[in-house]
Nanobody, 114 residues
Framework: QVQLVESGGGLVQPGGSLRLSCVASTSISSFGAMGWYRQAPGKEREWVASIPVGGSIVYADSVKGRFTISRDNAKNTVYLTMNNLKPEDTAVYYC????????WGQGTQVTVFA
């Protein structure tokens, strides 16, 4: 069993930035992949980014050039750095880990509003 805890969400104005963190209860160095989904009000959950242990980082088209996923194995943490935020980025952001089964965090709210 893997437990994931997200943090770093909040209220920001359009054009602002946030960095989300996801801390795992165990070492992430052997995980197949980690990544992020998001879910806006009234919409289905949308995949955002993936950082495989032995592959290339991949982003959804909607966030390419603005979001960056990274990891710190020593801290058992994966990050999502979000720049130039837009109102359409408003959502609950969920971290996941694949072992290869998926484990999910509880989510953190991001609200982009002027």
């Amino acid at each position: 069993q893997v437990q994931l805890v997200e943090s770093g969400g909040g209220l920001v104005q359009p054009g602002g930035s946030l960095r989300l963190s996801c801390v795992a209860s165990t070492s992430i160095s052997s995980f197949g992949a980690m990544g992020w989904y998001r879910q806006a009000p009234g919409k289905e959950r949308e995949w955002v980014a993936s950082i495989p242990v032995g592959g290339s980082i991949v982003y959804a088209d909607s966030v390419k050039g603005r979001f960056t996923i990274s990891r710190d194995n020593a801290k058992n943490t994966v990050y999502l750095t979000m720049n130039n935020l837009k109102p359409e980025d408003t959502a609950v952001y969920y971290c996941y880990a694949r072992l290869p089964n998926k484990y999910w965090g509880q989510g953190t709210q991001v609200t982009v509003f002027a």
